[in-house]
């Protein structure tokens, strides 16, 4: 038996060569041109059914199967669709991370307040080995320390809170994420039954995973 590079004597081209687009068509030599000269049959075009025509049958029944297919798995991911619930995940991240973080600050509230209470009482003390304890300005410099502690107090409160949330919204994220990577490991196993191998278009979820 010729193989697909041989010249087909009827047409003057290599057996391999697909009349409908001119070049080396592994597909349409192992469907259409093989089993021809293997079982017998015209591979010229000449007589009976030929050679394109057949190819195109191959082609049609190829693309009804894959229409189909593409179908049963359109329909799978309508039936399964990718869903997350963002409020539960939240419940279970500020549960893990808002202990530790409420700790944070109750710790660094402990330590302000008792630098604060030092350095009144350092001041205070100042101001008494210089027989001016009861004067204004004692008064008004221990009020600067509490005006500035005061300041720095909430801004180190505020920052606390700030990276209790990004590490609440973080979390959820991962969670987001990790669902998602499992959506999509069930779509790529049913994509795989349906297919075969790994030659087959991507059809897992897509949309925004900060939606």
Do not use: C, H
Request: proline share 3%; charged share 20%.
């Amino acid at each position: 038996m010729p193989s697909k590079f041989d010249i087909n004597p009827a047409t003057g081209k290599q057996y391999g060569v697909n009349p409908a687009t001119g070049v080396q068509d592994d597909n349409y030599w192992a469907n259409v041109v093989e089993p021809q000269l293997k079982y017998g049959g015209s591979t010229s075009g000449s007589t009976g059914q030929d050679a394109t025509s057949i190819y195109e049958q191959f082609m049609q029944k190829s693309a009804d199967l894959y229409a189909s297919k593409q179908n049963e798995l359109n329909q799978y991911m309508t039936n399964n669709p990718f869903s997350f619930d963002e409020a539960l995940a939240r419940s279970a991240v500020e549960t893990e991370y808002n202990p530790w973080y409420a700790d944070k600050l109750k710790q660094y509230t402990t330590s302000a307040q008792r630098q604060l209470r030092q350095g009144l009482t350092s001041t205070g003390q100042s101001f008494e080995s210089s027989g001016l304890y009861n004067s204004g300005q004692r008064m008004s410099a221990q009020g600067k320390i509490k005006e500035l502690a005061s300041t720095e107090a909430q801004l180190n409160t505020n920052d606390i809170n700030a990276q209790n949330k990004m590490a609440v919204e973080t979390g959820i994220l991962g969670r987001k994420n990790e669902a998602l990577s499992d959506y999509n490991l069930r779509i790529t196993d049913k994509q795989r039954s349906l297919f075969g191998g790994t030659s087959f278009p991507y059809a897992g979820y897509s949309g925004s995973i900060n939606a």
